[in-house]
């Protein structure tokens, strides 16, 4: 009988996190859902899973916390399919009055665990002669946004990342994509002012948000043996907004 496939999904306490561990357990996988400080909302998508994986905690902008998170799930499961580096922040300020702080945090936090786990990940799918590193991207980092340039600016480094890993690890059948969501309902954008909102509506095609599953449901996609001769891709999941 075939192994179960095991994928790690971070920043699965809430919105697109969330939606994909549960997608991804619905397609039958092991999930591990990560979370930082949501322990409650972690233990709401576990049961979204329907009871099939673990949860783990790291706070993945210390160091050595993306290998150890790594090496629990090797002691767990000790296999890993998927690798879904979704966990990720926003600072959101016009240029002249970002601190410089800011800037090293979203290295800290949306670049360097995604290199630090995809790195560990390898190891393992290396062993096992395949797997798939998705990494969640942003619309921001191909088109740029107000107020949002170290944020773009993360997600535009994870996507020449993901490029290049591409090349690295194609010989081993290992995978590496890209999911770019446009404007996706989540506390992140429900939260923003209705005048904001309704600039957004107005630049997307499909005229709504769109839905954690339907980013989710790209993930899923990228996941499974139907994308096997996708690598070093970008799926975009923005409703047809222009993205050069
Ligand atoms: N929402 C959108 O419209 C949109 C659009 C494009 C791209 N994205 C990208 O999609 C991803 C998910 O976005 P979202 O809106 O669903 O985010 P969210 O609701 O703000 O959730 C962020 C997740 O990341 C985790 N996290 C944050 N900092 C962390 C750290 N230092 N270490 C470990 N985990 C950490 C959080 O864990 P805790 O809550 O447990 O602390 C949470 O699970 C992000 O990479 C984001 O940039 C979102």
Redesign the pocket.
Known sequence: MAQEKVALV??????????VAARLAADGHQVVV??????A??EETLAACEGRGVIL??????EN?PAELVAAVKKKFGRLDTLV??????VDQLLPFIKEESFDRLI???VK?SFLLAKACSKMMIKQKGGSIIN?????GHMGNMGQSI?AAT?AALTGFTKSIAFDLARYNIRANCV??????????SALPEQVQEAILAKIPLGR??S?AE?AAAVSFLASEHSSYITGSTLHVNGGMMTS
């Not at 971070?10 to 996190?17: C, D, E, K, P």
């Not at 969640?136 to 921001?140: G, K, P």
């Open positions: 971070t920043g699965a306490s809430r919105g697109i996190g969330k939606a990560h979370y930082r400080s949501h322990l909302e972690a905690q790291a706070d993945l902008s210390e916390a580096s979704n966990a990720g922040m926003s800290d936090v949306n665990p969640m991207t942003s619309v921001v944020y997600k770019a969501p446009g404007f996706i309902e989540t506390d992140m954008t948000l769109g954690t980013v």
